[in-house]
């Protein structure tokens, strides 16, 4: 029996997607931010597998003559992930009793892991490997800076907040 190496690929690229949206997620992790390690890896996996599976779906649907009741649009696919994700962000934004909001940093990173899932999805590796440091970057250099730059007339600001 032939092994069904499309199928073996797309388990090959979620585990790819599952590993760098993991290495974004242990930075939230490590802040103690309510979505961490497993749900980054889970989001970019989810999206990695969502995107492709969609191209065997599209073949399947018109294999079984259902071309002219369903119409396909992968676009519409990225619609759903990026309102899926962002309703997942959503539960991480909180606003404190003082008026303070947190959680944006990290509802953001979530956008972000989906990203490099659908990049992954779409054998862009060089991109997600890419956008995996990017956001590594904002969040761990960038959070670093901001906490030693002053900000005027402000003395109430405290940069982690809107982690």
């Not at 242990?26 to 309510?34: A, D, G, Q, S």
């Not at 934004?93 to 909001?101: L, M, R």
């Not at 990203?115 to 956001?135: F, H, K, M, P, S």
């Amino acid at each position: 029996m032939e092994l069904p190496t499309d199928q073996l690929s797309i388990l090959y690229r979620v585990l790819i997607a599952i590993d760098l949206a993991g290495i974004v997620g242990y930075e939230r992790e490590h802040l103690h931010k309510p979505a961490g390690l497993r749900t980054n890896m889970i989001i970019g996996g989810a999206a990695c597998l969502i995107a492709s599976i969609t191209p065997p779906l599209i073949l399947f649907i018109e294999n079984i003559g259902s071309k002219d009741v369903v119409s396909t649009d992968p676009i519409r696919l990225l619609q759903a992930l990026v309102v899926g994700v962002s309703f997942i962000g959503a539960g991480t934004i909180i606003k404190n009793s003082d008026e303070k909001i947190s959680g944006l940093t990290t509802a953001a990173t979530l956008l972000f892991s989906m990203g490099i899932g659908v990049a992954v999805a779409v054998e862009q590796y060089i991109v997600a490997v890419g956008i995996t440091l990017i956001v590594l970057i904002v969040n761990v250099l960038v959070r670093r800076l901001t906490y030693k730059l002053p900000l005027p007339n402000d003395e109430s600001h405290n940069p982690g907040d809107e982690d």
